[in-house]
Nanobody, 115 residues
Framework: QVQLVESGGGLVQPGGSLRLSCAASGMIFSIYAMGWYRQAPGKEREFIARITRSGSTNYADPVKGRFTISRDNAKNTVNLQMNSLKFEDTAVYYC?????????WGQGTQVTVSS
C-alpha cells in the first residue's frame, strides 16, 4: 500500500535550519504532485509548499524565500529545506501526495522552534 514517511523534524533555535524528507513507497511517485502542510496546536492544517510532477513549485506567503521544496524521482523522495526558522514555524509537518482525486498523507513530523 501507499506509504509516506516523513523525517528530519526536531528542535531548532530561531534563525536555524532543518531539512525535512518524505519517503514514498507503493506508488508511481513521479506522477504525483507532492506537497508539505503543517498544523500548529489549536490551528487548522495549512498549505506550505507544493512541487508538481514537472518540477514547478509554489509556496505559502509565510514561508516564501525561507523554505525550498524539491523532489528526487529516482529516490521517491520530496524534501523541504527550511531556513531562517521562526517561532511561528512550530508545527507538525505533513507530506502529501496528490494525483487527480487521489491523495495520501504521511503521519507527520514535529518541528519545534524554541530558544
Amino acid at each position: 500500500q501507499v506509504q509516506l514517511v516523513e523525517s528530519g523534524g526536531g528542535l531548532v533555535q530561531p534563525g536555524g535550519s532543518l531539512r525535512l524528507s518524505c519517503a514514498a513507497s507503493g506508488m508511481i511517485f513521479s506522477i504525483y504532485a507532492m506537497g508539505w502542510y503543517r498544523q500548529a496546536p489549536g490551528k487548522e492544517r495549512e498549505f506550505i509548499a507544493r512541487i508538481t510532477r514537472s518540477g514547478s513549485t509554489n509556496y505559502a506567503d509565510p514561508v516564501k524565500g525561507r523554505f525550498t521544496i524539491s523532489r528526487d524521482n529516482a529516490k521517491n523522495t520530496v524534501n523541504l529545506q527550511m531556513n531562517s526558522l521562526k517561532f511561528e514555524d512550530t508545527a507538525v509537518y505533513y507530506c502529501n501526495a496528490i494525483y487527480g482525486r487521489v491523495d495520501y498523507w504521511g503521519q507527520g513530523t514535529q518541528v519545534t522552534v524554541s530558544s
